[in-house]
């Protein structure tokens, strides 16, 4: 279920770009890409617009597991009422029948809205590795701050070079090397 | 954030495709023939009003009427303390025999009613744009802007109606002119407690008044965008005018919209009030102005037109249908619950007659103003699917139709109608108008309000996630 | 892509870089409390010992304390729960709807108006728990088997819809609450130096590191959940005014009450978040990320609503007039003429009138102004909801019922209490997390270069 591409361990050497520039971090990766270099992720500390749908990250199953969780927070919930309302003690209040009424909805629905909110979060929690207390597999202090990383594995396929000059080319800050957990700058 | 390629904002004129011509005569022509084979086979004796199953006096001997039967059976079924008990002495006027000609009228009145509604919306949602700074929405701006021409239109097809046939529609304005004594008869004591409000002079008065002062500033709010067009570049002087007229208008709407609902609609079940009522026939008309601005954009994109229009704003609109078909149901649940709940009876009579002598109405009225849009347009891909909004748009545009009927005929006629040819003749008759007349009024002006502030902010328009 | 027009101001002033962002944001945290900060808590904290008496003698006596009797069983106390709870939506309102709506400017102010909302449940929660008389057997409104007998909770009372709208609503904002603070508790984490602190934001950032895939589904999920709180937000409400609605007492039973309860709740809420932020902007020196802006769009929705609210009440008493029914036709004269017709003209004047001196662009642009403007709208929502409850209330169908109420010192503690609880949560977040979204501020900073 967690995302494969998350965790750095057990990785082959990493090629990391750091930029002080959106722009040139976007060109940069825009660039890799038309290149045919596999991205491993980009860190970056605030949300960029679209950078997933350019290092080719696959749409998110999110919206699929919300409208699951969605549907078992209803059916839970009428259970809930028909068991207890209809099946195991009716009651008489108000003259209201003992079936669906308008009288139910607003249970249904907060059910469902609960479900659906703590099932979507609990699977975004599970599928983005995200565990309380986790130690952080940073690349630098600053990734959170100010600085975007690109990070690329090395291997067979991949020309060391070419990705570091296509990273320089377009304004990186800084090149640096990851192999074995320790940073090398170039 | 500069990564986004430059567009062009070119102007585009549009011109009338000769399909587009024929779809609308065709739809118009349809309702005509409908309407006739209507008018043909319609049983020509006088139909009994409804309001007398209201009235505790007797039936004066018109009991062979079948459908004054059955209404007289219904309260007897179900609300045996109903109406007497509450309102005491509450003697119904003379029953009146309604010329079957009142089917045409009623059936006018639901079609001119929904498009007075639904274009009265389009113009508040240009309103809402130059109010909320959208602008997403600066691209799609004439679609809306054609739409709002058709008010006077329908307003004066509404008005036409009424003024021929209020006295067999509206049971208050034959009791008006009863002018019945207090003791006597026919005195209703509670229609004379409203004739301060439920009476013909501010029946015609207060709309005509109201809706001149909105066609007014409607059109001045063309203007204003017609003026930018042909301005210098980067001239923000019409958008700001823009910008205070939209405020002027939406405070004459907001605060009084609800009051032309309640003389044009609420009052035909006069003896029956809600508070929501205005706030949930503007979510009629909100929910349909924004499917008709879809099906209009749709449209237009599939010929070529709007360049500028990408899937996104697509997109949003089908957001907007989604989320206000939504809006449309919480605010039907709170009406509904809420009588429901409480059942008083001089409320529950409303939704007694609909829920027990109209139940098929009454769920295709939810199903396909609520559960259609809500699970045919929840997923992504739907919204971004021209043929599932169109196909889904169309369901929601004739769910609206069945929800005004419901709210118009039960009051008029009483239990045992349904929608037959003459319903469906004026709507498709009004509608093929309707159709044509928006076509011509986009023909008139430039397609893209090229000088907009916002013009580049929504051409690079990206709905995001 | 984001295409801002040049006609758009800009939302986040004085040049900043995403490094300044961090460094202006987490200074409070980083640093030792300043004596404003010190001299607010204390406050805060001696009002939440006025809590702790009043309800120390709540439980002590019994409710008896309470000037609550047989006409007017619901007094100060529901009233403070509604003030409370409409409060809260604005928080979950400005994250959710605002964000659906794509407006940029509520960047800089739903973290505090979340925090706000979660808080402002808080003190909600507080009165109809008390108000339940022996609170150690609350768990009786949670569907449970009854050890009694045989016996479930009612389905179709509005009062369980309560329990169940308002727990789903706190769970819910409190977890859209922290999805947003993780990407800026992993910041802080980065930036702290002490041992202990460095541990707890290691624990709450849950391994943040800001991958791209990892944002691209935490931009999806903030969508979704957005989606979702938007109708919530609406039911909680909704099922707020149920409470009264569903009843047949004349001027509780009016099909509008649920739209105009919600329309108010995003009135009093943005009130209230008017009020705090005025005041935080000046004290943490941050007006360049709460500009004039911010304030100008906050008081045009105050007006807005405010008008909403306003239709609301002219719409109700309108149709009560127009119904014929002289039960209501009375209630409405009641309020307005009637024995607390000072509660319902303080009503009309703070919510329908003062709100639409912001048509000026004095009034929505003036802090010190829009501060005044903020404590009276919140002032009115509780005359509000005063009105509401018990000029329906007091005079009932007999006449022999009739009685006139106003609150004991024990429920006017309660209501300066929950103050306390609101601002001493309020000032420990201030303290302890970033008050404004860091990560999403710094995306919109160099829209314009």
Same mark, same amino acid.
């Given at each position: 279920m967690i995302d494969k591409n998350l965790s750095l361990r057990n990785r082959r050497k990493l090629l990391l770009g750091l930029f002080d520039d959106e722009d040139k971090m976007v060109a940069a990766t825009s660039a890799l890409v038309h290149e045919g270099v596999k991205i491993q992720d980009v860190y970056t500390p605030y949300p960029v617009h679209g950078l997933d749908r350019i290092i080719g990250a696959r749409r998110s199953w999110l919206s699929i597991v919300a409208f699951l969780c969605g549907l078992t927070g209803f059916s839970l919930a009428y259970l809930m009422i028909w068991y207890m309302y209809v099946y195991d003690w009716p009651m008489d209040i108000g003259n209201k029948p003992e079936r669906l009424t308008p009288s139910w909805v607003p249970i249904l629905f907060e059910s469902t809205v609960l479900l659906t909110a703590f099932?979507?979060?609990?699977?975004?929690?599970?599928?983005?590795?995200?565990?309380?207390? =986790?130690? &952080?597999?940073?690349?630098? &202090?600053?990734?959170?701050?100010?600085?975007? =990383?690109?990070?690329?594995?090395?291997?067979?396929?991949?020309?060391?070079?070419?990705?570091?000059? =296509?990273?320089?080319?377009?304004?990186a800050a800084e090149l640096r090397t990851r192999d074995g957990g320790v940073s090398t700058v170039i | 954030m500069g990564h986004g390629h430059q567009i062009e904002i070119v102007q585009e004129q549009f011109t009338i495709p000769s399909k587009a011509k024929t779809f609308?005569?065709?739809?118009?022509?349809?309702?005509?023939?409908?309407?006739?084979?209507? !008018?043909?086979?319609?049983?020509?004796?006088?139909?009994?009003?409804?309001?007398?199953?209201?009235?505790?006096?007797?039936?004066?001997?018109?009991?062979?009427?079948?459908?004054?039967?059955?209404?007289?059976? !219904?309260?007897?079924?179900?609300? +045996?303390?109903?109406? #007497?008990?509450?309102?005491?002495?509450?003697?119904?006027?003379?029953?009146?025999?309604?010329?079957?000609?009142?089917?045409?009228?009623?059936?006018?009145?639901?079609?001119?009613?929904?498009?007075?509604?639904?274009?009265?919306?389009?113009?508040?949602?240009?309103?809402?744009?130059?109010?909320?700074?959208?602008?997403?929405?600066?691209?799609?701006?004439?679609?809306?802007?054609?739409?709002?021409?058709?008010?006077?239109?329908?307003?004066?097809?509404?008005?036409?109606?009424?003024?021929?046939?209020?006295?067999?529609?509206?049971?208050?304005?034959?009791?008006e002119h009863l002018h019945a004594a207090k003791g006597s008869a026919e005195y209703d004591t509670i229609l004379a407690g409203k004739s301060w409000f439920l009476n013909s002079t501010m029946f015609f008065a207060f709309p005509i008044v109201l809706v001149t002062l909105w066609v007014l500033i409607g059109r001045k709010l063309r203007k204003l965008s017609i003026q930018e067009d042909s301005a210098e570049k980067g001239e923000t002087k019409f958008h700001k005018k823009s910008i205070r007229w939209s405020a002027g208008f939406a405070v004459l709407y907001g605060f009084l919209f609800s009051v032309?609902?309640?003389?044009?609609?609420?009052?035909?079940?006069?003896?029956?009030?809600?508070?929501?009522?205005?706030?949930?026939?503007?979510?009629?008309?909100?929910?349909?102005?924004?499917?008709?601005?879809?099906?209009?954009?749709?449209?237009?994109?599939?010929?070529?037109?709007?360049?500028?229009?990408?899937?996104?704003?697509?997109?949003?609109?089908?957001?907007?249908?989604?989320?206000?078909?939504?809006?449309?149901?919480?605010?039907?649940?709170?009406?509904?619950?809420?009588?429901?709940?409480?059942?008083?009876?001089? #409320? !529950?009579?409303?939704?007694?007659?609909?829920? +027990?002598?109209?139940?098929?109405?009454?769920?295709?009225?939810?199903?396909?103003?609520?559960?259609?849009?809500?699970?045919?347009?929840?997923?992504?891909?739907?919204?971004?699917?021209?043929?599932?909004?169109?196909?889904?748009?169309?369901?929601?545009?004739?769910?609206?139709?069945?929800?005004?009927?419901?709210?118009?005929?039960?009051?008029?006629?009483?239990?045992?109608?349904?929608?037959?040819?003459? #319903?469906?003749?004026?709507?498709?008759?009004?509608?093929?108008?309707?159709?044509?007349?928006?076509?011509?009024?986009?023909?008139?002006?430039?397609?893209?309000?090229?000088?907009?502030?916002?013009?580049?902010?929504?051409?690079?328009?990206?709905?995001?996630? | 892509m984001i295409y801002d027009s040049i006609i758009r101001e800009q939302l986040v002033t004085g040049g900043k870089t995403a490094a300044d962002v961090t460094r202006d944001i987490s200074r409070p945290i980083l640093n030792k409390p300043s004596m404003a900060w010190k001299?607010?808590?204390?406050?805060?904290?001696?009002?939440?010992?006025?809590?702790?008496?009043?309800?120390?003698?709540?439980?002590? %006596?019994?409710?008896? @304390?309470?000037?609550?009797?047989?006409? @007017?069983?619901?007094?100060?106390?529901? %009233?403070?729960?509604?003030?409370?709870?409409?409060?809260?939506?604005?928080?979950?309102?400005?994250?959710?709807?605002?964000?659906?709506?794509?407006?940029?400017?509520?960047?800089?102010?739903?973290?505090?108006?979340?925090?706000?909302?979660?808080?402002?449940?808080?003190?909600?929660?507080?009165f109809p728990v008390f108000h339940m008389g022996r609170v150690w057997v609350g768990y009786w409104a949670l569907p449970l088997p009854n050890a009694f007998g045989s016996l479930w909770v009612n389905f179709n009372s509005p009062l369980l819809w309560d329990v169940f709208a308002i727990s789903t609503y706190f769970s819910v904002s409190l977890l859209f609450w922290y999805i947003g603070l993780i990407p800026d508790i992993a910041t802080i984490r980065d930036k702290v130096k002490g041992k202990y602190e460095k541990f707890w934001y290691r624990f709450f950032s849950m391994g943040w590191t800001g991958g791209t895939r990892t944002w691209a589904r935490y931009e999806l999920i903030s969508l979704i959940l957005a989606g979702l709180s938007t109708p919530l937000v609406l039911s909680v409400h909704t099922i707020v005014s149920t409470d009264f609605a569903t009843s047949i007492v004349p001027g509780w039973h009016t099909t509008i009450f649920p739209p105009y309860f919600v329309a108010g709740a995003i009135f009093s809420g943005f009130g209230m978040v008017a009020t705090l932020l005025v005041v935080a902007r000046k004290v943490m020196n941050y007006e360049n990320y709460i500009t004039i802006g911010h304030l100008d769009a906050m008081c045009k929705i105050i007006m807005l609503t405010g008008s909403l609210v306003g239709i609301a009440y002219l719409t109700e008493f309108f149709i009560a007039q127009y119904s014929g029914v002289e039960y209501e036709q009375?209630?409405?004269?009641?309020?307005?003429?009637?024995?607390?017709?000072?509660?319902?003209?303080?009503?009309?004047?703070?919510?329908?009138?003062?709100?639409?001196?912001?048509?000026?662009?004095?009034?929505?642009?003036?802090?010190?102004?829009?501060?005044?403007?903020?404590? @009276?709208?919140?002032?009115?929502?509780?005359?509000?909801?005063? @009105?509401?409850?018990?000029?329906?209330?007091?005079?009932?169908?007999?006449?022999?019922?009739?009685?006139?109420?106003?609150?004991?010192?024990?429920?006017?503690?309660?209501?300066?209490? %929950?103050?306390?609880?609101?601002?001493?949560?309020?000032?420990?977040?201030?303290?302890?997390?970033?008050?404004?979204?860091?990560?999403?501020?710094?995306?919109?900073?160099?829209?314009?270069?």
């Open positions: 099932g979507m979060a609990f699977f975004f929690f599970w599928r983005s590795r995200l565990v309380h207390g =986790i130690k &952080p597999e940073l690349l630098d &202090p600053r990734q959170t701050d100010d600085l975007m =990383i690109i990070c690329v594995e090395s291997g067979h396929d991949v020309n060391e070079s070419q990705v570091l000059d =296509i990273m320089k080319q377009n304004g | 609308a005569i065709i739809v118009g022509v349809l309702g005509l023939i409908l309407s006739g084979i209507g !008018m043909a086979t319609i049983d020509k004796t006088p139909v009994a009003g409804a309001h007398e199953s209201h009235a505790q006096t007797e039936m004066k001997g018109h009991e062979e009427h079948a459908t004054a039967a059955g209404s007289h059976e !219904m309260h007897a079924n179900s609300g +045996e303390t109903h109406v #007497e008990g509450n309102f005491g002495h509450r003697a119904s006027y003379e029953k009146q025999n309604k010329p079957w000609t009142t089917r045409i009228w009623t059936s006018l009145l639901i079609a001119s009613y929904y498009l007075f509604i639904v274009s009265l919306a389009a113009l508040f949602f240009i309103v809402v744009q130059y109010i909320a700074n959208a602008g997403w929405s600066a691209a799609i701006k004439r679609v809306p802007e054609a739409i709002a021409t058709f008010i006077p239109v329908a307003f004066i097809i509404l008005l036409a109606v009424i003024v021929v046939a209020k006295n067999d529609i509206y049971h208050w304005v034959h009791y032309v609902v309640w003389y044009f609609v609420m009052s035909i079940d006069a003896h029956w009030y809600s508070t929501i009522f205005g706030v949930y026939n503007f979510a009629i008309g909100w929910v349909s102005a924004l499917t008709i601005i879809c099906l209009f954009v749709i449209f237009l994109k599939s010929q070529g037109f709007l360049k500028i229009v990408s899937d996104e704003h697509v997109h949003d609109l089908g957001k907007f249908m989604f989320a206000f078909s939504i809006f449309w149901a919480y605010i039907w649940v709170s009406q509904y619950l809420l009588i429901w709940y409480a059942h008083i009876p001089e #409320e !529950m009579a409303y939704y007694q007659i609909r829920y +027990e002598e109209y139940k098929p109405y009454f769920i295709a009225n939810i199903t396909l103003n609520f559960f259609t849009p809500f699970l045919v347009l929840m997923m992504r891909n739907a919204k971004r699917n021209k043929m599932v909004l169109t196909i889904a748009g169309s369901l929601m545009i004739t769910g609206k139709f069945i929800d005004i009927w419901l709210m118009v005929i039960p009051g008029v006629y009483g239990p045992g109608m349904n929608i037959g040819f003459l #319903e469906a003749g004026a709507f498709l008759t009004l509608v093929g108008v309707f159709i044509y007349w928006v076509l011509v009024a986009l023909t008139k002006r430039g397609l893209v309000p090229v000088n907009h502030p916002f013009i580049e902010e929504s051409a690079h328009h990206d709905v995001g996630v | 001299v607010g808590f204390t406050f805060a904290v001696i009002f939440l010992g006025i809590f702790g008496l009043s309800l120390f003698w709540t439980l002590w %006596t019994g409710i008896g @304390v309470w000037n609550i009797n047989k006409s @007017v069983m619901w007094g100060w106390d529901i %009233t403070n729960f509604v003030f409370w709870v409409g409060i809260g939506h604005a928080g979950t309102l400005i994250s959710a709807i605002l964000l659906l709506f794509r407006q940029k400017w509520r960047m800089s102010i739903n973290r505090s108006a979340e925090a706000m909302t979660i808080f402002a449940v808080i003190c909600a929660a507080m009375y209630a409405f004269k009641n309020r307005a003429f009637g024995p607390y017709w000072w509660a319902y003209w303080s009503m009309m004047f703070c919510n329908l009138v003062s709100p639409q001196v912001f048509w000026f662009k004095w009034a929505r642009t003036t802090p010190w102004f829009i501060f005044i403007m903020s404590i @009276v709208v919140n002032v009115g929502m509780w005359f509000e909801r005063f @009105v509401i409850i018990v000029t329906s209330l007091h005079r009932d169908y007999l006449p022999s019922s009739w009685v006139m109420y106003s609150g004991s010192l024990t429920e006017v503690g309660l209501f300066l209490g %929950t103050f306390g609880i609101f601002f001493t949560c309020f000032f420990l977040f201030a303290k302890f997390l970033p008050v404004i979204n860091m990560a999403e501020i710094k995306s919109i900073i160099r829209n314009r270069e």
